[in-house]
């Protein structure tokens, strides 16, 4: 398995707020990867996001070494730690009235042996890349995605709404938020793309997959996907985590 992220706080933010970990197991030939968008200011954004991925990837990490099943139940643990994740955010919020209301998406994949799963919550987006297409795993949990779902608007249209950056679903704002869980077939040479909308504002799916025929490993992909987005001017912070078996 390989994997490489990277991440860029763009062309016109101060800060980063988005996070990333990359974690492998090798006991239980298992990789975690986890990526988070964070808001609610400068430092708040900056701390949900980076509270949420060191207690997700914290969680299951731990679940998967003290599992005694010789198949790790991967979506479970995946549920539980994000379920901890959201816990912990929404606590310091509350706790701390600096950081009321900061919130993050959170996208997520393992890849355990011959599984694997992902998980998202909010826009941040999961997609495959195979040698004959892109597709995308997870659906956002957003304002013109609604809107598309109703057919008051197009796809093409969410892309350019002045609302497309309101999320529907975060981690942090409630006490309980529900995640979305896929199982996701990866053969050998396929690519499991993680990434933050600072990427897919910049890049439609044809232009990233375009990449990926050019690029064939995570670390070049991410590479070249990253230099376009900074060379469209990059609005937003731009996070990039790539997987294969």
Same mark, same amino acid.
């Given at each position: 398995?390989n994997s490489?992220g990277i991440t860029?706080?763009?062309k016109v933010r101060r800060?980063?707020?988005? /996070?990333? #970990?990359?974690?492998?197991?090798d006991?239980?030939? @298992?990789?975690?990867?986890?990526l988070?968008?964070g808001?609610?200011g ?5 701390? $949900?996001?980076d =509270? !949420? %991925?060191?207690?997700y ?6 679940e998967?070494?003290? /599992?005694r099943?010789?198949?790790?139940? $991967?979506r479970?643990m995946? !549920? ?5 994740a959201n816990?912990?955010?929404? $606590?310091?919020?509350c706790f701390?009235? *600096?950081? +009321?209301g900061?919130?993050?998406?959170l996208?997520?994949a393992?890849? @355990?042996?011959d599984?694997?799963?992902? =998980?998202?919550?909010g826009d941040s987006?999961?997609?495959? #890349?195979?040698?004959r297409?892109? +597709?995308?795993i ?6 013109v995605q ?7 608007i197009?796809?093409?249209?969410a892309?350019y709404?002045?609302r497309r *950056?309101?999320? +529907?679903r ?5 006490e309980?938020v529900?995640?979305d869980i ?9 690519? =499991?793309? =993680? @990434?933050?909308d600072g990427?897919?504002n910049?890049?439609e799916d044809?232009e990233?997959?375009?990449? /990926?025929r050019e690029?064939?490993d995570?670390l070049?992909?991410?590479r %070249?996907?990253? !230099?376009?987005a900074?060379d469209?001017?990059?609005s937003? *912070?731009?996070?990039i985590v790539?997987l /294969?078996?």
């Amino acid at each position: 398995m390989n994997s490489f992220g990277i991440t860029d706080r763009g062309k016109v933010r101060r800060d980063n707020q988005d /996070s990333f #970990l990359i974690e492998r197991i090798d006991e239980r030939d @298992c990789l975690i990867a986890v990526l988070c968008d964070g808001m609610g200011g400068e430092k708040a954004g900056n701390i $949900a996001s980076d =509270l !949420a %991925a060191k207690t997700y990837v914290g969680e299951v990490t731990q679940e998967m070494k003290l /599992s005694r099943q010789k198949k790790p139940d $991967a979506r479970a643990m995946m !549920a539980t730690a994000c379920h901890l994740a959201n816990h912990m955010v929404y $606590a310091y919020s509350c706790f701390d009235t *600096n950081y +009321t209301g900061m919130g993050t998406t959170l996208v997520s994949a393992v890849i @355990c042996g011959d599984d694997t799963f992902v =998980l998202n919550v909010g826009d941040s987006r999961a997609y495959k #890349l195979t040698r004959r297409r892109i +597709t995308q795993i997870t659906k956002d949990h957003s304002l013109v995605q609604d809107m598309v779902d109703r057919g008051e608007i197009t796809a093409e249209e969410a892309r350019y709404h002045p609302r497309r *950056n309101v999320i +529907t679903r975060a981690l942090g704002v409630d006490e309980n938020v529900p995640s979305d869980i896929f199982k996701v077939r990866l053969a050998k040479g396929d690519l =499991l793309l =993680l @990434c933050s909308d600072g990427l897919t504002n910049m890049l439609e799916d044809r232009e990233i997959f375009a990449l /990926s025929r050019e690029n064939t490993d995570p670390l070049s992909l991410g590479r %070249a996907l990253m !230099a376009q987005a900074l060379d469209r001017g990059a609005s937003d *912070n731009v996070t990039i985590v790539i997987l /294969s078996k």
